[in-house]
């Protein structure tokens, strides 16, 4: 039984940045192929469709951090915490960074057509980053009570 306590500690450390980078990886590739469709179409702000396009790979750096704040030598005292912080963590990293993602190409597919809405089409794609800096944080600040 405690070998499989410890198991389960050691997926909750390593999970959040495996997971984030799974997510950045997804989201970045969605956000991108909607970069390249609009740089066929548009005539000049490329670099503003490949920037956007790479907003997502932040969840991969969140998982890291939240890596490292949950190494420690792993008991069956502390594997559940874990597990638990690292496993919800990198459930919440992989989803926001695929949603965010989604909410590039989108901001990307209209900001092609109509280029002085640029900014403003990105605010969904920032609350989406909220939701992954506030699960980051909390974990931080659980990670600490381990």
Same mark, same amino acid.
């Given at each position: 039984?405690?070998?499989? #306590? =410890?198991? /389960?500690?050691?997926?909750g450390v390593f999970a959040p940045m495996g997971f984030g980078a799974l997510g950045s990886a997804i989201g970045v590739a969605i956000a991108g192929q909607a $970069?390249?469709? $609009?740089m066929l179409e548009a005539e000049?702000?490329?670099?503003?469709?490949i920037g *956007?396009? %790479? =907003?997502?790979?932040?969840? %991969? =750096?969140?998982?890291i951090v939240v890596m490292f704040s949950l +190494? +420690?030598? =792993?008991?069956?005292?502390?594997?559940?915490?874990?597990?638990?912080?690292?496993? *919800?963590?990198? /459930?919440v /990293? /992989? #989803?926001? $960074?695929i949603w965010q993602g989604r909410a590039c190409a989108s901001a990307i597919a209209a900001s092609k057509s109509k280029p002085e809405i640029f900014g403003?089409? #990105?605010a969904p794609a920032a *609350? %989406?980053?909220?939701? $992954? *800096?506030f699960t980051f944080v909390f974990a931080l600040v659980l990670a600490r009570t381990i």
């Open positions: 039984m405690n070998e499989f #306590l =410890i198991t /389960l500690g050691w997926l $970069a390249i469709g $609009a000049s702000g490329y670099g503003r469709y *956007v396009s %790479v =907003i997502p790979s932040s969840n %991969v =750096i969140y998982g +190494q +420690q030598p =792993i008991t069956a005292d502390n594997a559940g915490a874990l597990f638990g912080i690292g496993s *919800v963590t990198a /459930l /990293l /992989l #989803l926001t $960074a403003l089409s #990105l *609350v %989406v980053e909220g939701f $992954a *800096v």
